[in-house]
């Protein structure tokens, strides 16, 4: 069992940044790899970062060079560090985990067992 609570979303205008955490608690051999995936409203969710057991990472070619994730393993929080925010980041933004997932499907929400509640991102123009 994992519980994964995210914070940090919030409002910024284009070009601002926001860091995106995601504290885990549990069985911590379960959120081996962790991900971020965003939704909009519309839309379907997508993948934007993960970083597997090993972390090493994987971006979505739309956050490359803009969005950062890493882990905290002492405290086992996840975060997602955004720059350079365009309208187009505005969604909401999920935290996934689950004990091992290969680096291929690492963006595949059908991958992770346990998710978050999200936190809202809205980028304004």
């Known amino acids: 069992q994992v519980k994964l609570v995210e914070s940090g979303g919030g409002s910024v205008q284009t070009g601002g940044s926001l860091r995106l955490s995601c504290e885990a608690s549990?069985?911590?051999?379960?959120?081996?790899?962790m991900a971020w995936f965003r939704q909009a409203p519309g839309k379907e969710r997508e993948g934007v970062a993960a970083?597997?057991?090993?972390?090493?990472?994987r971006y979505a070619d739309s956050v490359k060079g803009r969005f950062t994730i890493s882990k905290d393993h002492a405290k086992n929080t996840l975060y997602l560090q955004m720059n350079s925010l365009k309208p187009d980041d505005t969604a909401m933004y999920y935290c996934?985990?689950?004990?091992?997932?290969?680096?291929?499907?690492?963006?595949?929400?059908?991958?992770?067992?346990?998710w978050g509640q999200g936190t809202q991102v809205t980028v304004s123009s």
């Open positions: 996934a985990a689950d004990r091992l997932v290969a680096g291929g499907l690492a963006l595949f929400d059908e991958e992770y067992s346990w």
């Open positions: 549990g069985n911590s051999a379960s959120s081996g790899c």
């Open positions: 970083i597997l057991s090993d972390d090493n990472t």
